[in-house]
């Protein structure tokens, strides 16, 4: 398990009083977490999250996004109302209707359905493939459990961010 500096990635938000941790491929919550990434229905960035507890996975989601017609989904991609607008990444999702909403991320997801069956751990984990990092209302959600740490894929700041000129969206599965 690898702690990167937080001085050498910026995320655009982070908890002050939290890290991000990171693990490669040959981790099986990972392994789970893209597999959960894979039922998503948002072409563009697909995610998965799961919650492990004492070891086992407790929880596991993906994304959502609000469109469901391949028409729809290839002009939001070509014309992203939050992306023409300049609009960072994680903030005012409402603005465009294309966009999955906070409540639809897969963190959000995992950890309301964490509260919802009452799951019992003291520490639970977040394991997140597909992106490089948690917006704030995420972050609020998982802390309510409290999540203990938040994993991500190793390189995960270049191979899911838009951003990066070697990410690899688009080409998640292949």
């Avoid at 070891?55 to 070509?78: A, D, Q």
């Avoid at 639809?104 to 009452?118: C, G, T, V, W």
């Avoid at 972050?139 to 999540?147: E, Q, S």
């Amino acid at each position: 398990m690898e702690n990167k500096n937080q001085k050498e990635i910026k995320y655009p938000y982070l908890p002050a009083d939290k890290n991000i941790f990171y693990v490669g491929m040959d981790n099986n919550f990972m392994v789970e977490a893209k597999e959960a990434a894979r039922l998503s229905n948002d072409q563009q960035q697909p995610t998965g999250a799961v919650i492990v507890c004492d070891n086992k996975i407790v929880s596991s989601f993906s994304n959502k996004n609000p469109l469901t017609s391949s028409f729809l989904i290839k002009l939001h991609k070509k014309y992203c109302i939050r992306h023409m607008l300049k609009i960072p990444s994680g903030q005012k999702y409402w603005v465009c209707p294309g966009c999955a909403k906070n409540e639809s991320h897969a963190e959000s997801r995992a950890a309301k359905d964490f509260i919802k069956n009452k799951i019992s751990c003291k520490n639970p984990d977040l394991y997140l493939w597909g992106h490089w990092w948690c917006c704030d209302v995420c972050w609020k959600n998982m802390l309510k459990l409290p999540i203990n740490n938040v994993y991500l894929l190793e390189d995960s700041e270049i191979l899911f961010n838009a951003k990066n000129s070697n990410n690899i969206l688009g080409k998640q599965f292949e």
